[in-house]
DNA sequence: ACTTTTGTTTCTGTCAATAGAAACATTACT
DNA sequence: AGTAATGTTTCTATTGACAGAAACAAAAGT
């Protein structure tokens, strides 16, 4: 089987606790802040930044940003469907 | 809130599809085949195969190998349970 | 149409993960 | 105890993601 489907297989059945533990097991500390990163970018490309400003607010390289524009153009990119559900239920709390 | 934490948060609401989907998406090609190999060398290491075997079979470098055994050698650790989740599903199929 | 802003690509250099190889440590077998 | 097998660490070199900077492309505002 493929590695990936089994541990994505494995992963869905996890809590959002364990997944946690399971990512700070199986990657490294700078993996999981590349990971962050790339997190980050993508909320802030879909809160309409500008990619200049998301370059100076986190540090990160235009070229970074480019990739994570690349991801959410894709309209059914999953990414994007989780992003903007976080975004919705931050706007209930604070509306 | 914690990036990865919200990730955890997003993903543990998915199914196993859609993680993949996910992983495919915020991945490179390259960290997916790296997450691959740990997947595999944790496999391995939990069938006992010895590190250097290993090694050979994956074409991987042993200090690979060892950051694996160390992950594995916390008895709680997530990936040893799902591991000897997927082991043990296997045996069931087989025996 | 011209200018400014924003998005995208490209170039060189840097850094972390890790390959490859060897050395050292530990354990198992006799 | 001595030897072989296995686990772990350490060294140098390599590689891919990405920073920093600049160039180019497209869109928006005037």
Known sequence: MNEIKEISNSISK???????????????ENEISTLSNRWRILKMLNQNF???DIASKLNVSLCKITR???????????????IKEIENE????TR
Chains 1, 2 share one sequence.
């Open 68 to 82: 994570g524009a690349k991801i959410l153009k894709n309209k059914n990119a999953i990414s994007l469907r989780l």
């Open 14 to 28: 996890l809590s959002a606790e364990e997944i946690n533990a399971f990512l700070a097991e199986i990657l490294t």
């Open 90 to 93: 931050y706007n209930k709390i």
């Open 50 to 52: 500008s990619q200049r």
